[in-house]
């Protein structure tokens, strides 16, 4: 799990901070607290959870809260800066994904799959033994997510959400959701620290392309899911959604929002949804785009380094 990093963010303020000596605890760096009549270094930071605490007159919180009060600035705009140093400010519907997770009738599946799905990913153009870039997990008949495949979605390896497909086509909503899913995109945390990045719609899009590339789970990112992207500062962008014109036209949107990376924008003229692609169609259509196929972070050695015109 990512945090925020006391350190470099006192060293940049000018904040002078103690590493070790009278009142600093293992794992805590201490500052003058600024809560209360503090002359020497009472307030620690947590260099594990960045959370804070003064052992002098009790004040505790989070990195936002800090800073928002070291520097006399709005709430919103601490907490931009807290982001900024690598804080994750999100609250995390911990425990409705626990219970879930641990929930006597949700399965992790691993193939052989049970019939349903092995059915399912086949009428998809999966192989029966597809193993996609997390877990599935399945709940049968049971519960909120019962006959859906059931996939987490991850920031930092931490599960912020999760996100349900309904396999019988029989729902009313077909894409079912808990927890901050919009906060990440799918696959992200799979995807290589500064390499290129194939930005697509769906887990099935997702799950056609593999990696380097990730959800948005839809076709409108949003800014925590921009910010979730910068953070892997990416070489490149390419953003693969599907050839209807509203999905284009998102894709142009979101291209202009990528600002922090060259960005590209794949124009499916006659073509079908990724998710309707073969397996083969797909990784042919990922050697085209990428600059780098060969560097994927499966480690696969793709021997396809021509980079061709797309259609
Ligand atoms: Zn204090």
Request: hydrophobic share 35%; proline share 5%.
């Amino acid at each position: 799990m990512k945090t925020f990093n006391p350190i470099k963010y006192l060293e940049d303020q000018n904040i002078k901070f103690w590493t070790s000596g009278k009142n600093v605890g293992r794992g805590w760096i201490n500052i003058k607290c600024p809560f209360c009549e503090d002359n020497t270094n009472h307030l620690g930071i947590n260099l594990r959870s960045g959370a804070f605490s003064c052992w002098k007159c009790g004040t505790t919180g989070s990195p936002t809260k800090l800073i928002s009060t070291l520097e006399r600035i709005a709430f919103t705009e601490a907490k931009q800066k807290a982001i900024l140093y690598g804080a994750t400010t999100i609250k995390v519907a911990e425990k409705e994904i626990e219970e879930f997770k641990m929930g006597r009738e949700v399965h992790t599946l691993f193939p052989p799959y049970p019939e349903t799905i092995k059915n399912y990913l086949i009428k998809r153009g999966f192989p029966e033994d597809f193993k996609p870039v997390t877990p599935i997990y399945y709940s049968y008949h049971f519960g909120k997510f019962k006959f859906r495949i059931t996939v987490p979605i991850t920031l930092n390896n931490q599960i912020i959400g999760i996100c349900g497909r309904d396999i019988t086509n029989k729902a009313s909503v077909k894409y079912m959701t808990d927890g901050n899913n919009k906060h990440s995109l799918y696959g992200l945390d799979a995807c290589y620290q500064g390499g290129e990045i194939i930005l697509v719609e769906g887990m099935f899009d997702q799950w056609k392309i593999g990696s380097p590339s990730c959800a948005v789970m839809g076709s409108s990112c949003s800014k925590e899911q921009i910010l979730a992207l910068y953070h892997k500062h990416p070489s490149k962008v390419i953003i693969l959604f599907d050839p209807e014109t509203k999905a284009q036209k998102n894709a142009l949107k979101l291209a202009g929002q990528i600002w922090f990376a060259e960005c590209e924008v794949v124009e499916l003229i006659d073509n079908k949804d990724p998710g309707d692609w073969t397996m083969n169609e797909a990784e042919t259509m990922k050697n085209d785009l990428l600059e780098k196929p060969w560097l994927n972070s499966e480690g696969r050695q793709l021997t396809n380094t021509s980079k061709k015109k797309y259609l």
